[in-house]
């Protein structure tokens, strides 16, 4: 995704679908923005409900209410962010230098990642979205947490996560994934996807951010569902190439840019909800590093009690640390009772650790088997 020479604050969501009327458009968004700011105001925060607004119909709506919401969804303390030094503001080279100053400030505070190709795309969405102080502090956590697979010396817990997608393309077409299977395809035609946020493959900023609203709401193995739920919603353009490897894969790896994206992301919270990762776990773990992955041990971050005060750094600018290396059924995906609430409870349950999970099991007859601990 290219760099943008200015932030703006006007919407950059999705359009909400239904061609309602005008009136009826601008009543539901005042609504929305009333209960967004409803939620950021009480004491404390209601982050389940923050949660339940970006996952629903237009996400979060503007860049001004995602500088107030994103945070809180990553339980960053944005009263303390990490220090930013380098040159002057006006010796700057525009947004290109901020981009550079944060990954650097980020691999020098944490060793242990690893810069991969793609992850400027998704810190320049943060940039654009929220200016970089703000910007630093949400992607280092994201790094460490929803990122971190992909930050590893080796793309074996990548290619693990990609694992996942075929299965969940078959429990909904088995048809699709034969089909798929014969031609070999793979799952490499996802791999931008995956490790961009789709922020490398959709040319809209509107919609790359619509999907950050949802990814940072949920688990981090919903991008994995929602490349899920394109190839489904794309089985007849599918079943129609030659059924080889060639044909499939260069029909993939071009992302239509007009995808009724709401209506996918709706159907990627639906088949989470009835095919959570831990029943497509042995399917996926076809590699022995299955239960080593960041999201097999994903506990959120307790929302209600964290806080947070980076250590101060002396940031070097080694550049030299940067290394280029590295249409769904409806019959089986019908939207579900109370689906936003199962999708927004999951993420809060995460965070609140085994007890709650029992109590959302008894609730709602759901719950993954993931073991709940602190990132190593």
Not at 136 to 157: C, G, I, Y
Not at 179 to 197: D, N
Not at 319 to 333: H, N, Q, W
Request: aromatic share 8%; hydrophobic share 45%; glycine share 4%.
């Amino acid at each position: 995704m290219a760099l943008r020479s200015a932030r703006g604050d006007g919407p950059t969501s999705g359009r909400w679908d239904g061609g309602a009327e005008k009136g009826d458009f601008n009543a539901k968004r005042k609504k929305k923005v009333a209960e967004i700011y409803q939620a950021l105001n009480s004491e404390p925060t209601d982050v389940a409900a923050l949660r339940r607004m970006a996952i629903s119909e237009g996400g979060l709506l503007t860049d001004e209410i995602r500088r107030k919401v994103w945070p809180k969804l990553l339980n960053v303390n944005t009263n303390d962010p990490p220090p930013i030094s380098g040159m002057p503001e006006e010796q700057r080279e525009g947004l290109q230098e901020e981009l550079i100053d944060i990954i650097l400030l980020i691999l020098e505070r944490n060793p242990q990642l690893h810069y991969y190709q793609g992850y400027h795309d998704i810190v320049v969405t943060f940039l654009l979205v929220l200016g970089e102080r703000l910007a630093t502090s949400l992607v280092e956590k994201l790094s460490t947490h929803h990122l971190r697979d992909f930050m590893d010396p080796t793309m074996d817990n990548t290619k693990h996560i990609l694992n996942y997608l075929m299965p969940i393309i078959d429990q909904v077409n088995p048809e699709l994934h034969d089909f798929m299977q014969s031609a070999e395809v793979g799952t490499i035609f996802a791999l931008s996807w995956l490790i961009t946020w789709f922020g490398h493959v959709l040319s809209d900023f509107r919609h790359v951010v619509r999907l950050y609203d949802f990814f940072l709401a949920c688990h981090p193995l919903m991008p994995i569902y929602f490349a899920a739920v394109i190839v489904l919603y794309r089985e007849q353009e599918v079943l129609d190439c030659d059924c080889d490897m060639a044909s499939v894969h260069h029909l993939l790896s071009q992302i239509p840019q007009d995808l009724p994206y709401e209506t996918l992301i709706s159907r990627a919270g639906d088949l989470f909800v009835q095919f959570p990762p831990s029943e497509l776990a042995r399917e996926a773990a076809a590699q022995p590093q299955a239960e080593k992955t960041a999201a097999s041990t994903f506990k959120d971050f307790e929302l209600a009690s964290a806080q947070q005060r980076p250590d101060m750094v002396l940031r070097q600018r080694f550049r030299g640390l940067l290394r280029p290396d590295e249409r769904t059924k409806d019959v089986l995906t019908k939207p579900r009772t109370n689906r936003f609430v199962k999708l927004a409870v999951m993420g809060l349950t995460v965070a609140l650790g085994a007890a709650a999970l029992a109590v959302v099991k008894s609730a709602l007859e759901w719950a993954p088997k993931f073991q709940l601990q602190l990132f190593p």
